[in-house]
């Protein structure tokens, strides 16, 4: 009874790095979404997934790209990491719109 | 229009006291209201949620008020406990999206 699983829970990585963020969900959701938290700030959602196959921007979708890669999994990527980036990042995932997210417990990512 | 303000920023009470959060929105659209609670190094946790079509609900200790003319929105920790010390984030959305709006959080520390 896992909920919202994120991998890895902390990173570190130098400027210009990439890396893949990756989330699975157990709870057969058809909408997933990626949300980065920065002090002060608040959640602001970087991409989601209505369903299985697509994928649209957020607020902050600049410098980052998603893979829905089937109903489970839902991974975001930064190509080429840039300090900027240096944030705790929550995948969520909902039944469907307008309905109640449930979040895993983060990736914290240092970017030097 | 897409923002919901949250106040305080902080805030600290002695145990047994009722702090009350607040949030205010402008998107009359906006018909689902969550809270989530969050503890350090842990994502948020969907504490209680109400539509606009009730004033006020209540789930254990926890209330949340509705006045839809003013487009605000409280949550009352009634009895309130050290344990309930964390940062609340209330949020919004509408119909036929998937994209909450967050405030920016409250900080609540409840003194033993």
């Known amino acids: 009874n896992a909920g919202v699983t994120q991998t890895p829970k902390f990173q570190v990585l130098k400027t210009g790095q990439s890396m893949t963020l990756q989330c699975a969900q157990d709870m057969n959701h058809n909408s997933m979404y990626w949300y980065r938290q920065d002090p002060g700030m608040g959640l602001r959602l970087i991409y989601y997934?209505?369903?299985?196959?697509?994928?649209d921007k957020g607020e902050v979708p600049n410098g980052y790209n998603v893979s829905r890669l089937n109903k489970r999994e839902f991974s975001l990527r930064l190509e080429s990491a840039a300090p900027s980036q240096t944030s705790v990042y929550f995948c969520a995932s909902s039944d469907a719109a307008n309905q109640p997210q449930h979040f895993g417990d983060g990736t914290r990512l240092s970017i030097l | 229009q897409q923002q919901v303000k949250q106040s305080p920023q902080s805030l600290i009470v002695q145990k047994g006291g009722i702090p009350i959060i607040n949030c205010a929105y402008e998107?009359?659209?906006?018909?689902?209201f969550p809270w989530y609670q969050q503890f350090p190094g842990k994502g948020p946790a969907l504490l209680i949620a109400i539509r606009p079509d009730v004033s006020e609900k209540k789930e254990g200790r926890f209330t949340i008020s509705f006045n839809k003319s003013a487009k605000q929105f409280s949550l009352h920790i009634m009895d309130s406990q050290p344990g309930d010390s964390a940062t609340y984030f209330c949020a919004a959305s509408h119909s036929g999206t998937y994209k909450y709006i967050f405030g920016t959080g409250t900080r609540l520390k409840v003194l033993a």
């Open positions: 997934s209505a369903s299985e196959g697509t994928t």
């Open positions: 998107n009359t659209a906006f018909d689902y």
